[in-house]
Nanobody, 126 residues
Framework: QLQLVESGGGLVQPGGSLRLSCAASGFTFAFYSMGWFRQAPGKEREGVLCINENGRTTNYADSVRGRFTIFRDNTKNMVYLQMNSLNPEDTAVYYC???????????????????WGQGTRVTVSS
């Protein structure tokens, strides 16, 4: 059964850090590009970062550049999102997604990805 399960969300103070994890199963993880999206209240889902099967990363959100990092462990079928220097504008539900080809060249849309997790909520507040 194909599954993507995110974890690691929660409440964090501004300036803090969180690491989100996404556990994949039911497909050949090493052959897929993996992306992180987020959806803030009242806003559309936006692509944040993507990592291809070779570990090359693509950043789609200027607001997270230098603060967020995506990385993967193919031995564990895991992809991670390390988030540093969080601010209230980062508050959102974060989703991981899998795509059976390279990372999208431009701003990704939800239909660019084949599989989705259920999301994990991140709240940045004092």
């Amino acid at each position: 059964q194909l599954q993507l399960v995110e974890s690691g969300g929660g409440l964090v103070q501004p300036g803090g850090s969180l690491r989100l994890s996404c556990a994949a199963s039911g497909f050949t993880f090493a052959f897929y590009s993996m992306g992180w999206f987020r959806q803030a209240p009242g806003k559309e889902r936006e692509g944040v970062l993507c990592i291809n099967e070779n570990g090359r990363t693509t950043n789609y959100a200027d607001s997270v550049r230098g603060r967020f990092t995506i990385f993967r462990d193919n031995t564990k079928n895991m992809v991670y999102l390390q988030m540093n220097s969080l601010n209230p504008e980062d508050t959102a539900v974060y989703y991981c997604a899998a795509r059976s080809r390279g990372c999208p060249l431009g701003a990704p849309m939800t239909e660019d990805y084949d599989y989705w997790g259920q999301g994990t909520r991140v709240t940045v507040s004092s």
